[in-house]
């Protein structure tokens, strides 16, 4: 059947958690190799040399221009913009009425005064319905994520990441990199080319992200190799990319909080009934009754500190509300190896195999959702499991309830989907298990 809008994909679902539960569309796809050479050795590069990421393909980038462009990021996210200046950037978070996200990117103020926001789909498409209906002077321009386009991008983005990263960023300048603060942005050459860079890291390891138009692309990251060969730096595949994020603590997709409501209906008649938000499922042990309790706060991905209280802006009357409640608590679950390898051991057995577990990085759903619970109790979930040599540990992040959220506390993870498998192409028969796993403060431990 055709549909016209999400809206109309989904006005006669009478349970909208067991459809997108149910989703063939496995986990977000990375348009890059998985490996260059191996994701062991990508990962070990990332902290101990330097590890090149190609992020051109994957993300929605978004061109704001106009009068009333900062009026419009200002009415629909939480974030504070006095000092958003141009070459600064920050976490762009857009929250629903209710208080739940509805996606996040990060906004880049450009020298020329255009705002860059770029990220998951979820939050450009907002940002774009907004200023399409809304009374907002402003031009918007879309470069699609190359699975939503033709395969051509305005501007191509690269990271460079590790103890290593800036001795190549030097070198490849003519040691003209200028000192940058942290989320700070800047400009140099490579290669003769202009490029513009943030600093940022990314697993605790240092670096920048940089990008320009998309036709310099190969001629830079040919001169980045080889700056990059007397430095041991090595190219990063998909797979290792899959975990930078979990290491880092960055939650990287939240359900967006869209799918009912009045409030919505008009946004979801705008959406496309086979977009991102269309084609998304949901995975885990995890389960609820209504889509509510997949949507998540600010609180419980560690965005709260974003929240500007002295202005309006979409949302901020529920989070006002929330502010004096108990919240949940981003943290990391470290995995006990011997129920890493009681999974994997239930491999050899011809009946009651546990859920596969992919290494490096266990995300079979596009957003994952797994049980966490403590002396019988249910305290909170656990998303994005990943492995690397680094922390030489499983492990994923905790969203937990504050009350419950001790460092060195064990606590269980419902790991594998009740009744052993549902509609998503990525889920095979299986029995669920338990993984024991102890709270920490990073996932290093």
């Known amino acids: 059947m055709t549909y016209k809008s999400l809206e109309d994909k989904f006005r006669n679902v009478t349970d909208i958690c067991n459809q997108l539960r149910n989703s063939p569309t496995g986990f977000y796809v990375f348009p890059v190799p998985d490996e260059h050479s191996n994701w062991r050795d990508e990962q070990y590069a990332w902290a101990n040399s330097a590890l090149l ?14 009068p009333d462009k900062l009026r419009l990021l200002s009415d629909i996210s939480i974030n504070n913009y006095q000092q958003f200046s141009p070459m600064k950037a920050l976490q762009f978070v857009a929250c629903n009425e209710q208080g739940f996200i509805i996606g996040d ?37 879309r470069d699609e994520r190359t699975p939503d386009g033709d395969d051509s991008r305005l501007t191509y983005r690269l990271q460079l990441q590790g103890p290593n990263a800036y001795k190549i960023l030097r070198k490849v300048s003519g040691n003209s990199l200028p000192e940058t603060p942290f989320f700070g942005m800047c400009e140099f050459e490579i290669a003769g080319h202009p490029v513009t860079a943030l600093h940022h890291g990314m697993a605790g390891a240092p670096g920048m992200e940089f990008w320009g138009p998309y036709e310099e692309r190969t001629r830079v990251r040919e001169a980045l190799i080889e700056a990059g060969d007397e430095f041991e730096m090595k190219l990063g595949g998909g797979k290792a990319y899959s975990t930078a ?28 009934a086979n977009g991102f938000e269309g084609m998304l499922s949901v995975g885990g042990s995890l ?63 011809p009946q009651k195999c546990n859920k596969f577990l992919e290494w490096p990085a266990a995300h079979y759903a596009t957003i994952p959702y797994d049980k966490v619970e403590f002396d019988g109790s249910a305290i909170g979930l656990s998303v994005y499991a990943a492995y690397t040599v680094n922390a030489n540990s499983w492990f994923s992040i905790g969203i937990i309830d504050e009350d419950q959220a001790s460092f060195g506390r064990e606590v269980e993870i419902t790991w594998g989907e009740p009744e052993g498998s549902t509609g998503k192409l990525t889920v095979e028969p299986h029995v669920q298990t338990t993984i024991r796993a102890t709270i920490s403060k990073t996932a290093l431990g």
């Open 53 to 66: 990421f190609d992020q051109s393909y994957h993300m929605l980038d978004v061109y704001v221009t106009g």
């Open 105 to 141: 990117a990060i906004a880049f103020h450009l020298r020329d005064g255009t705002i860059n926001v770029v990220g998951k789909v979820a939050a450009g498409n907002w940002l774009c319905y907004v200023a399409e209906t809304g009374d907002y002077n402003v031009e918007i321009v």
């Open 245 to 272: 994020g979990p290491q880092s603590g960055w939650v990287g997709s939240v359900m967006p909080a869209i799918y009912e409501g009045e409030e919505m209906e008009a946004y979801r008649e705008w959406l496309p």
């Open 287 to 349: 389960m609820c009754d209504n889509i509510e309790g997949y949507y998540l706060d600010p609180w419980d991905v560690g965005y709260h500190r974003l929240i500007d209280w002295d202005r309006k802006f979409k949302g901020r009357d529920a989070l006002v509300q929330k502010r004096g409640q108990k919240h949940r608590k981003k943290v990391w679950l470290r995995w006990k190896p011997e129920d890493v390898l009681k999974i994997h051991a239930s491999y050899m057995r």
